[in-house]
DNA sequence: TATACATATAACAATATGGTTATATGGTTT
DNA sequence: AAACCATATAACCATATTGTTATATGTATA
């Protein structure tokens, strides 16, 4: 996964509230009148929260009647988690930068 | 690892910039000098991202004369991988919630 | 159809983030 | 001691983030 997205993605996960949600959304999908109350923000904010989840794919939504229920998406939390075990390797750009003489050597 | 904290750590690590530099540890450790000619930003801008990356212990430094080197910290890395796969269960907040009759029941 | 409830969006404010340039600090070398 | 190089910090700016209140939209029901 390239940096720009992983970061996008890091940052809908970078938020307590956001982490809480996910949280509470793996014991079972909750919709947001329920979240509320659990959380002192307000609706729109808890709707906020959950929309920005939507959008890097962490959780889904379907909905009920008047209902939205989101559910999590567990598969993209691993992949998130896999990612960061897993960074690129650079070596190629360190090469480079040797060829230009630009690193230091320091026994 | 509490929510505010995990939050923390990923605030630090949700950045393309910083991710990158966290990829070209993972082959060697670098001193800020050898990093700016890889980035089209500054001295300082880099020296903010790997001061940010060292307060989250995502990285450790050492100083060897004049130059200060970064070395990844693989295990803080691993660490939040792991609190992803497995956020806390909260289970115990929606019987609350259920217990106060706040919760939605839609066949 | 009118009303009610759940959710989303708009407009706004306070704070955080990520960059800049200028300058200070720490260590090396002449 | 003076000059030099690497790094960190200060002051500042533009933009993003996260909350608010007010309002719009979507669905169910009296």
Known sequence: ???EKLA???KALA???????LSLLRTRDC????????FNISQPAISKHVSR???AELVRETRKGQ???YSINEKRLDEIGYALSNLPDLSEELRKLEQQGLTVTCE
């Open 15 to 21: 938020d307590p509230t956001r982490l809480k949600i």
């Open 8 to 10: 996008d993605i890091l």
């Open 53 to 55: 989840l939507k959008t």
């Open 67 to 69: 209902w939205v229920f």
């Open 31 to 38: 919709c947001v009148c329920e979240l509320v109350p659990i």
């Open 1 to 3: 996964m390239e940096f």
